[in-house]
T-cell receptor, first 110, second 117 residues
Framework: KNEVEQSPQNLTAQEGEFITINCSYSVGISALHWLQQHPGGGIVSLFMLSSGKKKHGRLIATINIQEKHSSLHITASHPRDSAVYICAVNVVDSNYQLIWGAGTKLIIKP | DVKVTQSSRYLVKRTGEKVFLECVQD?????MFWYRQDPGLGLRLIYF???????EKGDIPEGYSVSREKKERFSLILESASTNQTSMYLC????????????????FGAGSRLTVL
């Protein structure tokens, strides 16, 4: 069993829909990251969370430490949101160890 | 903005060739990382460096070596490329380690897609 699991693996939605991507983890963490990767390779960090909720534009990330679960929400989705969204966790008591989810491929159709 | 530049976006090499992948960051970050990304597997850490001339093995160091002679530059070396090293290679940097903060956030390069024939 992977220590960081994302769901769904693939998601196709219509423009304007509310999107939720989930990340569950089984290890103790000090922080959780959400990142975005567009076709062509480059990865951009969206959020780093250790508790609660963060919002940036139409993106919202939440984390429930007790349940070891995080969600990334996209409101009013747009075709330019089409990308792979990746969850990664900083393992507690490790300076550098990040465990990565396999990613969720999101396609938003116009 | 921090910029991480990878020297080659696409490379095609033959089995047995020595391959150098170069990565340069321009914001005085302490830490630099080399990851490999394969479909369905997520990112896997090959090596990282927390200071000049310092390096640590990641999860999959076999078949790779690294060099960090200057703070801004971190090179990944495939001594004798093999077909199973065909992959996307991603370089990243972060300001520092320590308690979670903006300093831990990774900045990635655009990636280098290597094909070994």
């Amino acid at each position: 069993k992977n220590e960081v699991e994302q769901s769904p693996q693939n998601l196709t939605a219509q423009e304007g829909e509310f999107i939720t991507i989930n990340c569950s983890y089984s290890v103790g963490i000090s922080a959780l990251h959400w990142l975005q990767q567009h076709p062509g390779g480059g990865i951009v960090s969206l959020f780093m969370l250790s508790s609660g909720k963060k919002k940036h534009g139409r993106l919202i990330a939440t984390i429930n430490i007790q349940e070891k679960h995080s969600s990334l929400h996209i409101t009013a989705s747009h075709p330019r949101d089409s990308a792979v969204y990746i969850c990664a966790v900083n393992v507690v008591d490790s300076n550098y160890q990040l465990i990565w989810g396999a990613g969720t491929k999101l396609i938003i159709k116009p | 903005d921090v910029k991480v530049t990878q020297s080659s976006r696409y490379l095609v090499k033959r089995t047995g060739e020595k391959v150098f992948l170069e990565c340069v960051q321009d914001m005085d970050h302490e830490n630099m990382f080399w990851y490999r990304q394969d479909p369905g597997l997520g990112l896997r850490l090959i090596y990282f460096s927390y200071d000049v001339k310092m390096k640590e093995k990641g999860d999959i160091p076999e078949g790779y070596s690294v060099s960090r002679e200057k703070k801004e530059r971190f090179s990944l070396i495939l001594e004798s490329a093999s077909t199973n090293q065909t992959s996307m290679y991603l370089c990243a940097s972060s300001l520092s380690f320590g308690p979670p903060s903006g300093a831990n956030v990774l900045t990635f390069g655009a990636g280098s897609r290597l094909t070994v024939l």
